[in-house]
């Protein structure tokens, strides 16, 4: 008998998107404004008991300008998410800074063992630059460590 899982990753982990793709203006749309992300159901995916926070970014930046981003996970009962409590966060923390075109992504990992059943990630990006420099960010979350395998 072997103790080795599946070596077939995509049976082991759900990958779900977490919010809509946003842009971003310094000192304009949606610079330093809260993304709500969408409600996703944890008994649909088998309990799975931790994730990965993954939000992915492209950033244009002047010299000596930053992208920043801070989140928020959000737990609850209802599955609208009306009793929404913190389960883990991360303040604004710099991503990227300039000059030029920077592309890449924060990761975190979460454990969800004592979380309620649905789950939402919102998170802020913040450029710094008063004018000019912009963003685009996407959001995913990943599921693992299921009681059965992800639907």
Same mark, same amino acid.
């Given at each position: 008998?072997?103790?080795?899982?599946?070596?077939?990753?995509?049976?082991?982990?759900?990958?779900?998107?977490?919010?809509?793709?946003?842009?971003?203006?310094?000192?304009?749309?949606?610079?330093?404004?809260?993304?709500?992300?969408?409600?996703?159901? !944890?008994? =649909?995916?088998?309990?799975?008991?931790?994730?990965?926070?993954?939000?992915?970014?492209?950033?244009?930046?002047?010299?000596?300008?930053?992208?920043?981003?801070?989140?928020?996970?959000?737990?609850?009962?209802?599955?609208?998410?009306?009793?929404?409590?913190?389960?883990?966060?991360?303040?604004?923390?710099?991503? %990227?800074?300039?000059?030029?075109?920077? =592309?890449?992504?924060?990761?975190?990992?979460?454990?969800?063992?004592?979380?309620?059943?649905?789950?939402?990630? *919102?998170?802020?990006?913040?450029?710094?630059?008063?004018?000019?420099?912009?963003?685009?960010? %996407?959001?995913?979350?990943?599921?693992?460590? =299921? *009681? !059965?395998?992800?639907?």
């Amino acid at each position: 008998m072997s103790l080795m899982g599946s070596r077939d990753i995509n049976s082991e982990i759900a990958v779900r998107r977490a919010a809509a793709n946003t842009a971003v203006t310094a000192g304009g749309g949606g610079d330093n404004s809260a993304v709500t992300g969408v409600i996703i159901d !944890r008994a =649909a995916l088998g309990w799975a008991e931790s994730l990965v926070v993954a939000i992915l970014f492209t950033t244009t930046l002047a010299a000596a300008q930053t992208l920043s981003v801070g989140w928020t996970l959000q737990h609850g009962e209802d599955a609208g998410l009306s009793d929404a409590a913190t389960l883990a966060s991360a303040g604004a923390a710099v991503v %990227a800074t300039g000059a030029g075109t920077v =592309a890449g992504q924060l990761e975190a990992g979460v454990s969800l063992r004592g979380a309620r059943r649905y789950v939402r990630l *919102n998170f802020t990006p913040d450029l710094s630059a008063g004018a000019t420099d912009t963003a685009a960010l %996407a959001a995913a979350l990943v599921f693992g460590g =299921a *009681n !059965r395998l992800p639907a």
